[in-house]
Nanobody
Framework: DVQLQASGGGLVQAGGSLKLSCAAS????????IGWFRQAPGKEREGVSC????????YYIDSVKGRFTITGDNVKNTVYLQMNSLRPEDTGVYYC???????????????????WGQGTQVTVSS
């Protein structure tokens, strides 16, 4: 079975950085796209970033472009989300999810993902 575990969240001040990890098991990592989603208090979950296999295409929502970077390590079966210049509006629970293909222009749509991790809390204070 596919298992995903998100970790690396914490509490930081605005302008700080965090690096999230998504450790995957139970499948061939490079055959899947891995997406990061977040859910802020009182809001619906939204797509943040996605990578289509190790070394594949990457995608970001406009609000994080230039600040967040998604990367993958096939040997470790892990995808990372480096988050710099954090803002209070980045606060939320961050989830990683797996999709058995490149979602292309629909990468942001949580409805197409097959597997989900439990999430890790990110809090950015002002």
């Amino acid at each position: 079975d596919v298992q995903l575990q998100a970790s690396g969240g914490g509490l930081v001040q605005a302008g700080g950085s965090l690096k999230l990890s998504c450790a995957a098991s139970g499948f061939t990592f490079d055959e899947y796209a891995i997406g990061w989603f977040r859910q802020a208090p009182g809001k619906e979950r939204e797509g943040v970033s996605c990578i289509a296999g190790v070394g594949g295409s990457t995608y970001y929502i406009d609000s994080v472009k230039g600040r967040f970077t998604i990367t993958g390590d096939n040997v470790k079966n892990t995808v990372y989300l480096q988050m710099n210049s954090l803002r209070p509006e980045d606060t939320g629970v961050y989830y990683c999810a797996a999709l058995s293909r490149d979602g292309g222009s629909s990468w942001w749509d949580e409805r197409i993902y097959d597997y989900w991790g439990q999430g890790t809390q990110v809090t950015v204070s002002s």
